[in-house]
Structure formats: structure tokens, C-alpha cells
């Protein structure tokens, strides 16, 4: 290769369809922003998981470019850990990339891409693929697109399988023809992309003549594509089920209940589009329902608790055969139960904190004393805190039960199990009562 490819395409190495500003740009030689005498080459970024969205849009491209007598061809640049497809689906794309009857490449980069399962099939469908140093390909054990179609895809030493192969295994495995460090080296590589080399202050350097071209999915599409990401998915479901929970105890339709919708949509079409348990994803909606049991006393107990169980339980085991981060899991079943055992019973207890409003069944339930109440204090009822003040001013100690008399907002009147304090004044008032009668 020549000295200085890197920096004649360091434009084009660098220029990464994720921070372009239109769905399409072009690099062209000269003003004119066509494709020139030796044509473009239609750069394809497919970063994620290969879902029907993703496949769509790689076989609209390339259809494109069939048609078009200025476009020569059609290089895949590749980040993927896998590929969420049909069988069907996935094999209708793997031949319309290997009967594809122009030029085809795929390039494995930047560095630190990866390439496992299906999508390392389609790396080893090209027989001009490429990848970059500190980039991976991982073959499953078993290969997913038909051998008597498509020949033997797989590595042919056994333990190259279920293996992370980095750059220079996987080019003695025969799974990839070049290292290639940028996606300019990869391009100029090709043997069909159209290169000239000039003199540039006495040293020679190559520099493209073919126009590169950069495509990726129009906007919607990629909210869509990033929503079919298992954190994503799985985030944007257990927020929207969450949000709709909290909605359903205030008044009127707010904030919480319209983006809760809008994410229990997005959540919903990724758990749709990624292979799920479903008895998972049933267990995680009837958590919300044993959730909102206890919610709608104030306190979390028995019902919060199996909740809970049911949620972590069907957090952990959502997903099937597909990477799932472990800080998605975690953040999700923190936030849960912060929200469920906190959260949610402190804003219940707020916004119905009456005597009239869904607090009167704590009158004449007994409790326990956990800080001194004289005259105010803490009392455990059935589970949950609450501050406390003594009825009649009768002082109880740590540890003592306590009878509850009466709900001024948040603050229970509480009284002694046995010897609760009289009001005298209402016995002088009834004796009263009685002389005159």
C-alpha cells in the first residue's frame, strides 16, 4: 500500500455517518458534488443489532445502487453483536448480499467493532472483507445460514468456534483477506475502488478518485433501531409501566402519563422486535399490578414484596440469547424499588394525606412505638413509619404498643393499649347530661 493512503481518505475514515447532518452525504472529487468518471461507492454504517429495520434499509441501498449506473458498488461497515432476524428474513439478506451483482465489501471498524454470530456470517460472505486492529469476529457454533447455499462459513479449526477471534486470527482463519486500520485503508485496498497516486512535497501518496458516499437511516427509522437495543428495550418499557403506575394516582393526565405512553411504545416495539421470554415479560406486568396493591395503602408490604420478587425475576430473565448489560439490569431494579418502596407510598400518603380520604382504616389499628412519643414521635404500623403525637398528651416509651386514634394529615394520634388517657371534660359534659334529664 502506498505511503499517505491514511491521510489522502482521512476525511472519509473519519467521517462517521453517526454525526452527519442529513441522512446522505457525499465526498466528491472536484465542485461539482457528482460522482465523477469513476463513480461512487455507497458506504453502509450498521452499528447494533441487524433488525428488520436495519436489513430493510441495507437491501433498499442496494438496490439503489443496482439501478444506478453511477454507483459501483457497496461496502458494509460493520459493528454488530448480532443479528435479530428471522430465518427467513436473515437469509433473504444474505442473498441479496451474495448475488449481489455489482462490487460488495464489508469492513469490520472502527477499531473496537465487533462482529458475533450472524453478523460475522455476513463478514464472511465477502471474500474481500477487511477489519480493523482491536476489532473482533465471533463465529456461533452452529451456522445459522443454510451451508448447502451459502458453502461453509464457518472457520475450519473447531476452536475458532464460540471464540473471540481479534484482526490477525481472523485473517489466518481465512474469515477476513485484510487488516485494515481506517476505512480509507479498507477502501483503497479494494481492487475495484479507484485510486491515483500524486506527489505531494517529494512523497507519494494515493488518493481516491472514487467518490464515497455515506447513507444511514432516515431519523424515525433510527429511534426505532435504537429503541430495538436490549437496555434500551428494556429501560423504556420498566419506565413506561412505571409512569403509567404513578399516573394512575394524580388527578387529570400530566407529563408522567404522556411520556410513560410514549415509552411503554418504544420499550413495547423493542421487546417486540428482540427475541423475549414472554413469560418474562407477563411476570414484569404483574409486578406493577402487585406494586399497586400496596401503593394504594400508603405502605409497602406483602404485596410490594412479591412485586418486587416477580420484577427481579423477570428482569434478569427477559431476554433470550441476546447481550444484555448488567448496569441496564441494575438501574432498573434500583430504580424500581426506589421508586415502588419510597417514592410512590410517600407521594400516596401526600396527595390523599387526609382523615376523610383513604386513611381512615388506620384508626384502632395497634402499632409499635420506635421513638419516644412525647408528645411527638415515630409508631411502625403494619410495616411502615409514621410520625405520631399522644393523645391527650400521654407520653408512650420505646417498644410500647400504641393504639391509633385518630389522622390529621400525616400525623397519627396515637394512644396506649391499655389505660388511654380520658378527656374529662366529656364525661363532666355527659354527667351534666344526665342531672338534667
Known sequence: MVAGAVLALGGVAGGSPAGAQSERSEIAQ????????????????????????????????????????????????????????????????????????????????????????????LVALSPDASIAPGSTVRFDS??????????????????????????????KAGVVAVVAPTLGDALVGLDWFETKVVDVGGESRREPVTVVRFVKLPLPKQLLHTAASPAVAYLAFVIGLGLLLFEFYTAGVGVAGVVGAVALLLGGYGLGVLPVRNWAVALVVASMIAFAVDVQTGIPRFWAAVGMAGFIVGSLTLFDGVPFPWIAVVVGIIGMASMMFSGMPSMVRARF??????????????????????????????????????????????????????????????????????????LRKNRGGDAAE
Do not use: H
Open 30 to 121: 472536484g465542485g461539482d458534488g457528482g460522482c465523477g468518471p469513476a463513480g461512487c461507492v455507497t458506504v453502509i454504517a450498521v452499528s447494533g443489532l441487524i433488525d428488520p429495520l436495519v436489513a430493510d434499509g441495507i437491501i433498499e441501498e442496494l438496490d439503489e445502487t443496482q439501478r444506478s449506473d453511477d454507483l459501483v458498488g457497496v461496502v458494509l461497515q460493520l459493528d454488530s453483536p448480532g443479528v435479530v432476524l428471522t430465518d427467513g428474513q436473515f437469509t433473504n439478506l444474505a442473498r441479496r448480499l451474495d448475488r449481489f451483482p455489482k462490487k460488495m465489501s464489508v469492513w469490520v471498524g472502527p477499531s473496537g467493532a465487533e462482529a458475533i454470530g450472524g453478523a460475522a456470517e
Open 353 to 426: 394525606g387526609t382523615p376523610t380520604i383513604g386513611r381512615t382504616w388506620m384508626v384502632g389499628e395497634m402499632g409499635e412505638v420506635t421513638e419516644s412519643v412525647d408528645p411527638e414521635g415515630m409508631v411502625r404500623i403494619q410495616g411502615g413509619l409514621w410520625k405520631a403525637r399522644a393523645n391527650r398528651s400521654t407520653p408512650l416509651s420505646v417498644g410500647d404498643r400504641a393504639r391509633v386514634v385518630d389522622v390529621d394529615g400525616l400525623l397519627l394520634e396515637v394512644e396506649p393499649e391499655e389505660g388511654g388517657a380520658k378527656d374529662y371534660r366529656e
Open 142 to 171: 452452529t451456522q445459522r445460514l443454510d451451508p448447502a447455499e451459502f458453502g461453509d462459513l464457518l472457520p475450519s479449526e473447531p476452536g475458532q468456534l464460540d471464540t473471540t477471534l481479534e484482526a490477525e486470527p481472523a485473517q
